[in-house]
């Protein structure tokens, strides 16, 4: 079904469709606008996106001539960015949920540090040595352990969801154009699996 042209512009997705209607779920009900994307195509647009190094995206679809005077199709442009839409404010406040929580982990994980510092201080002035030493490393040490989400949070986790977000941003705002598949690149789409 899905078969990308060949494209000379990073920023350019290309994907050639036997019906613009394989674009979208074959048994939602919904009008053009409001109706959900194939899963494959939204697997190959987003993968396509994550991809390319712009920042700004072209959806060029390559279809049939004698399927793309349809009036549906000059709906499509708007269907795919308004799902893209609806994808981004799903995301972003899935986003927004886990940046509370991963504030909420930091704050939790520093108090716990303190308190394992103040802990270990008492350790080591009320313990004989060498054992005061020892309990006041573990405590900062487990101190330091319960920390290790909200660091990995933040600094590993949170950008690629950042970029995730933008790439979403980017493809509701996307240009998008139809284009007559020419003979090649049908007979190609019909040679591959």
Known sequence: MLRPPPSPDPGLIGLSVANPNDLFHAFDPSPMVGRDLDDEVEQYIL???????????????????????????AQIPDAIRQYFLYKLEVYQRHLRIRMLDGHRSLFTGLLFLAICWGLGMVAMNQI??????????????????????P??????????????????????????????ADQNSQSDAAARP
């Open 47 to 73: 993968e396509s996106a994550l991809e390319a190094p712009q920042t700004r995206y072209q959806l060029l679809i390559h279809a049939p001539e004698d399927k793309i005077g349809l009036a549906e199709t």
């Open 128 to 149: 004989p040595e060498p054992y005061g030493d020892f309990f006041r490393e573990g405590l900062l040490i487990i101190g330091w352990v319960a920390n290790w989400k």
């Open 151 to 180: 660091i990995e949070f933040f600094l590993y986790d949170r950008r690629p969801m950042v970029r995730q977000r933008n790439v979403l941003k980017a493809l509701s705002e996307m240009a998008i154009s139809i284009r007559h």
